[in-house]
């Protein structure tokens, strides 16, 4: 079993920022690519950014040049640098990753639990 667990989610002022970080645990062979999701109360899950295993990012359009996604390979560990923060940005952001748990095994996915990000105006 493979665990995400996400952390750095708050409260802040618009034009703030925080570092979200989601590590990734248990039986881990590789990580394909880690992405962060959100969703906001009443919406949809959207997809935020993403990083390959190579490090190839990609960004939604309403967070290019104020988002920054990292990740640490030796340590399974994406991180998420939200920078001008907006209110329209808050809501739960997810880590998402596709993980395979031994050399033959399938590509599975897995979400962690959530953290609340909330933008104050």
């Known amino acids: 079993q493979v665990q995400l667990v996400e952390s750095g989610g708050g409260l802040v002022q618009a034009g703030g920022s925080l570092r979200l970080s989601c590590a990734a645990s248990g039986s881990i062979f590789s990580i394909n690519a880690m992405d962060w999701y959100r969703q906001a109360p009443g919406k949809q899950r959207e997809l935020v950014a993403g990083v390959t295993s190579g490090g190839s990012t990609k960004y939604a359009d309403s967070v290019k040049g104020r988002f920054t996604i990292t990740r640490d390979v030796a340590k399974n560990t994406v991180y998420l640098q939200m920078n001008s923060l907006k209110p329209e940005d808050t809501a739960v952001y997810y880590c998402?990753?596709?993980?395979?748990?031994?050399?033959?095994?399938?590509?599975?996915?897995?979400w962690g639990q959530g953290t609340q990000v909330t933008v104050s105006s």
């Open positions: 998402n990753a596709g993980v395979t748990s031994s050399r033959w095994g399938l590509l599975r996915s897995y």
